[in-house]
Each structure stands twice: as structure tokens, then as C-alpha cells.
């Protein structure tokens, strides 16, 4: 596996195809949560800094990843299925997004091998760096789409998401980059959104994914609502 070729993840030992078994190396290391996040010194930094190692390790994933395209599968695949409800506003939300959309399409980044679902979950802390777990929906992407996510998924504070930032980009970003991972905070719980939609529509009961799929959109909305958002997208159009 190039994940762990590129020393990011825990050695492959056995992997079946078929029935989707793997087994890796052991780590003596910690599986993180957005509490364990708050609480763990450095832990921010060393996620930045294991995003960072992945991005530029020069890995290519078969598969690629783009937000907007996502939106439109999970989309389609609502289409198709009866009596599906949205949050009140999600239409007007989403065509509010298509200026996002041109923002980001105007100076697109080069696409970077991702892991593109960063829950907290995936990152196993040693104390001294981070590992990343489970790349099943890794693919190359705009590598500032794992920073936000990532933001989003460990419910960070200010002080945890400047601490990932400025270790991310080894300083302060430029106003675009830091304009690419406020778009995509919004952008992931925008598209995550329809994912708990979709498993709601299909009776899924590992939890409320109804009041899951409410949660995500109204952070959303708030986001996209707060003073200085539309600062950022202007600072992504404008580019470098």
C-alpha cells in the first residue's frame, strides 16, 4: 500500500479483496476523538504535520476525489429514492455554494494524494506524530479539503485550528489558502449532510442520522452566514 510506503500508515500484512480483511502492523498509539483531541498537547500539530507528510509524498491514488462531484452523486442517488426530506434551506444553501464552487475552480490547486474522510478516528497519536487509518475514501484531491475536514470532524476551537494551520503550513497561509479551508469546513458538512440523508432514506439504525444530517446543515448555514465568509471566498478567487 503507498500509504504505508509513504510512511504515514501502519504496515499492510494480509489483505483479501474479496472480503475487505486487511491486517497491519501494530502501533502503540492512541485512537483520537475531538476529546482526546482538546486534551492531548501537540496533537493538533502533529495531525498538521502528518497531513502535510501525506500530501506531499508524492503518492497517486487510483480514485479521485472532488467535493462538488460528490454532492452531485449523493444527490442522484436521493433522486432515486421516495419520499427523501431535506433541511428547510438546503436547495438555497446549495446554489449559495455554486459561487464557492467558481472561487475554487478559478486557481485550483494540483491534486495531492488525500485522505479525504479525516474523522478523528482515522489518526492514531504515539505522542510523538501522528498515523492515519482507513483510506477508503482517499484520492487525489485538493489537499486543503483534509485540513478543513479535519477542523470540522475534531470540533477544533480556534486555538486548535490555528495550532493545525500554522504547523500545516509551517507558518501563517496565504489569505487564499486560508480562504480554501474555510470553503471547505463549510463544503464537508454541505456534503455530509446528503451522506446522513442518504442513510436515513434507507432505514439505516446505527444512529439518528436525521438529527445527524440537521446538525451538519446548520453548521453549514452558520458558516456560510458568519461575518468575514464571503472575505474568504473573494481571497480564494483572487488567488494567489
Known sequence: ????????APCCLHFEAESGIMVTGFLDATTMSPKLFGERAGAASRAGKALKHLHDSGAVFETKFQVFEEID??????ARKEQVRFPSGYDETLKAAEEMRRALDTHP?????????????????????????DWEYCGMNDPLW????????????HKEEEELITSYFDGAPRPDERGRVVLYKALCDLLWTLWGLIQHANGNTAEDFWTYATGRFERCQALMAAPGFSDHVAAVAAGP
Request: aromatic letters at 8%; one cysteine or more.
Open 1 to 8: 500500500m503507498q500509504t504505508a510506503q509513504a510512511d504515514i
Open 73 to 78: 452523486k449523493y444527490l442522484e442517488v436521493l
Open 109 to 133: 490547486l494540483p491534486s495531492r494524494p488525500c485522505h479525504c474522510d479525516p474523522l478523528c478516528e482515522n489518526f492514531l497519536d504515539t505522542g510523538e506524530r501522528m498515523w492515519m487509518v
Open 146 to 157: 483534509d485540513v478543513g475536514d479535519l477542523i470540522i470532524e475534531a470540533e477544533f476551537g
